[in-house]
């Protein structure tokens, strides 16, 4: 039986509204891109035309990076609440009583995340990519614009925003304090941005080989997670905290494939 | 309740009947007379036993009081029927439905659970609440049926407004007319009136009589025996294995001996020759301390309507001064300590 996109759309569609309504969530969202967009358009304008090449290098490296934490760090702040919100609204154990399927709730959760996210990071780049295209000296333009760590960041927003909602989830799922699961969500999600880090600063070269390497690997990471991750979102284990036992084993087997046995 | 129209009465006692066309058609549940089968359920959590080889079963548009200490296995019962947490062993039929990864999204079509807080989105409307469950269920004409089931519960009037904004007994409606979304032929509650003032709790009664009213089979756990006594059709008393089941009035029969309270404005001098070989009387003791005052006896009788004409002729012949004659009832609550005071180190 495959997922009901009505279920999964119903699932967005709540999870949205009641992001929109959390004043940490609607704040961290609203704010977040404004400081990581503010900062590095600032950095790259203030270069003089006749810079040396090393200065606009640095300034470009950062000014490319910084963008990279909004789809890291929004998602985190987003998926920690996600279950544990419902747990402490007492939510959960109505829903899971409803014909929804693991995979379904699973979907909708992530896609609700997912997809503010991964659009927030694409205007941030837009946005300021616009920017110094316009206000810029044309020697600062042009650096950005051939910055081979420009068209790495925009393939990785996407796979380093889904790290952080599968990280965020699974954090959410096991415990039981939304600041807690923030606080962990954050923290987990920072491994791919190290190596994101490394390439944007140059410390290993953002070349197209190992730009494709590097995001297929994350997305094989992100596969891996979401799995894993569907395992957790097992209703006895939401419910008790423990493993499933019998009813529930068939839900758990058929999960990989977006289908849910119960 | 599963077919194809809901009525909604006026659960509250103060609508007026209304009714929504449910459009969508369930698949029939299987002909079965018990809405509720449970046979030799047990749940083990890690080394902890929660339900023991519990079986029972509950009849089509029966009210069923489920009743013990905490952590008697109640909750976890119910979540094994709604199929939420699995059994270790067992089995269980709901809806006519085996409890098990096969039946168990056909049984959460059938059934609702209100779970002992509301659990409502607080920042998300009344109606936004309803709407979201209506679309889990796949219910069409989303908005007639939410309309529908929030006048059921006398909350019309409040459905724009958050559910965060509610009192608690606002909100135990607001989730009752959550769970009739899905007109749902078996409805469970986990201590409803739990935390909520006596005038909420009235509420909530009146919803679950309106519920009784309509045919929907209850399951309702609580503490409250009073609840229990006034509601529910049979109980089952539990800890952790299931300790008695039936009707209130044959739990009490079963455990204890009928008996008469009498009081006269003075003691009889005499009582052995009053009330000995009264037809139905067994035996009797005072009551009360000796004085000068009005006596209480308490009789034991097997018949109490062969015996209390009996009684009081005897009394008027010896010329005593009768004050009143009264079934001396035990509650529920007699029947619960009965059966779990001992292990509770309660009074008895």
């Not at chain 1, 709540?14 to 309504?21: S, T, V």
């Not at chain 1, 807690?180 to 491994?191: C, D, H, R, Y």
């Not at chain 2, 529908?148 to 409606?173: E, T, Y």
Request: charged share 20%; net charge neutral.
């Amino acid at each position: 039986m495959s997922a009901s996109i009505a279920r999964v759309g119903a699932v967005i569609h709540k999870e949205l509204a009641e992001f929109r309504r959390n004043r940490l969530i609607a704040t961290t969202a609203a704010v977040l891109p404004v400081v990581f967009l503010i900062g590095p358009t600032a950095s790259i304008l203030d270069i003089k035309a006749g810079a040396l090449s090393a200065t606009l290098d640095t300034r470009v490296e950062y000014s490319l990076f910084l963008p990279l934490l909004v789809p890291v760090f929004v998602p985190s702040i987003m998926s920690a609440y996600s279950v544990v919100g419902e747990r402490e609204q007492g939510t959960l154990e109505p829903v899971l009583t409803t014909p929804i399927r693991r995979a379904e709730l699973l979907i909708g959760k992530a896609a609700a995340i997912f997809l503010p996210s991964a659009a927030l990071g694409y205007v941030i780049f837009g946005v300021f990519v616009a920017i110094t295209q316009l206000a810029a000296s044309p020697p600062v333009a042009a650096a950005v614009r051939h910055a081979p760590q420009l068209p790495a960041a925009l393939v990785f927003i996407p796979l380093l925003a889904a790290w952080a909602i599968w990280v965020g989830l699974a954090i959410s799922a096991r415990v039981s304090d939304t600041r807690v699961a923030q606080q962990l969500s954050i923290l987990g999600s920072l491994p791919p941005v190290a190596l994101a880090a490394l390439m944007q600063f140059k410390v290993i070269s953002p070349t197209f080989g190992l730009v494709a390497a590097l995001a297929g690997g994350l997305l094989a990471v992100d596969c891996a997670a979401c799995l894993a991750v569907a395992r957790l979102f097992d209703r006895e284990r939401l419910i008790t905290g423990t493993r499933p036992g019998r009813l529930n084993e068939k839900e758990t087997q058929g999960v990989g494939n977006a289908q849910g046995g119960a | 309740m599963s077919g194809d129209s809901a009525v909604y009465q006026g659960l509250d006692g103060t609508g007026a009947a209304r009714t929504g066309q449910a459009a969508r058609r369930l698949s029939p549940a299987p002909a079965v007379s018990a809405a509720i089968e449970v046979s030799r359920l047990t749940k083990v959590f890690g080394g902890r036993t929660a339900v023991s080889d519990v079986s029972f079963s509950v009849s089509g548009g029966e009210v069923f009081g489920f009743l013990g200490p905490n952590g008697a296995g109640k909750t976890t019962t119910v979540r094994i029927l709604a199929t939420l947490i699995s059994p270790t062993s067992g089995s269980a039929l709901v809806a006519g439905i085996p409890v098990g990864p096969d039946g168990a999204v056909e049984i959460r079509q059938r059934i609702a659970v209100m779970p002992e807080s509301p659990g409502l989105y607080q920042r998300l409307t009344v109606t936004e609440n309803l709407e979201y469950f209506a679309r889990l269920y796949g219910l069409p004409r989303r908005s007639a049926r939410i309309a529908d089931a929030l006048a059921a519960v006398g909350l019309a009037d409040r459905a724009h407004d958050l559910a965060g904004s509610l009192s608690k007994g606002l909100r135990q409606r607001a989730a009752l007319a959550r769970a009739l979304l899905n007109d749902p032929a078996i409805m469970f509650f986990d201590e409803p009136t739990s935390g909520l003032d006596p005038v909420a709790a009235h509420e909530v009664h009146g919803l679950i009589a309106g519920l009784r009213d309509r045919g929907v089979t209850v399951f309702l756990t609580t503490h409250r025996l009073e609840e229990a006594e006034r509601l529910c059709d049979r109980v089952a008393i539990m800890s952790t294995s299931l300790r008695t089941i039936g009707r209130p009035d044959d739990l009490r029969r079963e455990l204890f001996t009928t008996s008469l309270g009498v009081t006269v404005a003075a003691a009889l001098r005499e009582p052995n020759r009053v009330f000995g070989g009264l037809p139905s009387v067994q035996g009797w003791k005072a009551a009360g301390p000796p004085g000068s005052g009005p006596a209480d006896y308490a009789l034991t009788v097997s018949d109490v309507a062969q015996a209390a004409p009996a009684v009081t002729r005897a009394l008027v012949a010896a010329g005593a001064d009768v004050l009143s004659i009264a079934e001396s009832r035990h509650t529920l609550e007699d029947v619960y300590l009965e059966l779990i005071g001992d292990e509770e180190g309660g009074p008895r």
